[in-house]
C-alpha cells in the first residue's frame, strides 16, 4: 500500500517537474525569462537531451507562428471603434424599450385587474358577512357551512395526568430543604 502511494508521488511529482520545465523553457523561447531562469534553461539544454528535442519543436513553432501572415484590416481602427460604441448604444436603447413595454404591460394588467372586479377577479377577496347559498353538487342549495373558532367539530381528549404522590402518602422523590 504505501509502495503504491509511493509511485503515484513520485509520478505526480515528476509530472509537475516536467510541466514546470516545459512552461519555463516556452518562456525562454518567448524570451520572457529572468536571468537566472536563462542559466537554468541554457544549462538543461546543455544537458538534457529530451529538453534540447523539446526546445527544437517549439523553436519550430514559433516560427511558424510568425510567419503566418496576418489578416489586412478592411477599417480603419477608428471606424472600427465608432461602429462597437454604436452596436453598444443600440443594445442599450433597445433593453431600455423593452424595460419600458414590460412595466407598460404590468401598469395595463394591473388597471384592467382593478376595474373589472368580479367572480373571476384575481385581486383577493376579504371575507365578509354575506351568507350566500352554496349549491350541493346534486343541484339543490342548502344552508352554508359555518365552522366556529372557539369550538372544535370533534371532541378532542385530554392527555391523562401523572397521580399527585402526596396525596397517596408516597414520599416525593426529592425534598427541597430551607
Not at 515528476?14 to 525562454?28: G, K, N, P, Q, V
Not at 523539446?54 to 519550430?60: A, D, Y
Not at 507562428?65 to 472600427?80: D, G, I, K, R
Amino acid at each position: 500500500m504505501s509502495n503504491f502511494n509511493n509511485e503515484t508521488d513520485s509520478s505526480a511529482f515528476h509530472e509537475t517537474l516536467l510541466r514546470d520545465r516545459f512552461e519555463l523553457l516556452s518562456a525562454y523561447v518567448d524570451g520572457e525569462v529572468s536571468a537566472a531562469e536563462r542559466r537554468q534553461v541554457e544549462e538543461w539544454l546543455a544537458n538534457d537531451p529530451t529538453v534540447q528535442q523539446l526546445h527544437s519543436r517549439l523553436m519550430k513553432l514559433h516560427q511558424a507562428f510568425e510567419a503566418m501572415p496576418a489578416p489586412v484590416a478592411t477599417q480603419s481602427h477608428q471606424e472600427l471603434a465608432s461602429a462597437v460604441f454604436e452596436r453598444v448604444e443600440r443594445r442599450s436603447r433597445r433593453r431600455w424599450f423593452l424595460g419600458g413595454l414590460a412595466a407598460l404591460a404590468a401598469v395595463a394588467v394591473g388597471a384592467v385587474s382593478v376595474l373589472l372586479p368580479g367572480e373571476q377577479s384575481p385581486i383577493p377577496q376579504l371575507a365578509n358577512e354575506s351568507t350566500k347559498e352554496v349549491p350541493l353538487k346534486s343541484g339543490n342549495t342548502s344552508e352554508p357551512l359555518l365552522i366556529a373558532l372557539d369550538r372544535p367539530l370533534v371532541e378532542i381528549p385530554k392527555s391523562p395526568v401523572a397521580p399527585d404522590r402526596s396525596s397517596e402518602g408516597l414520599k416525593p422523590e426529592r425534598e427541597v430543604t430551607q
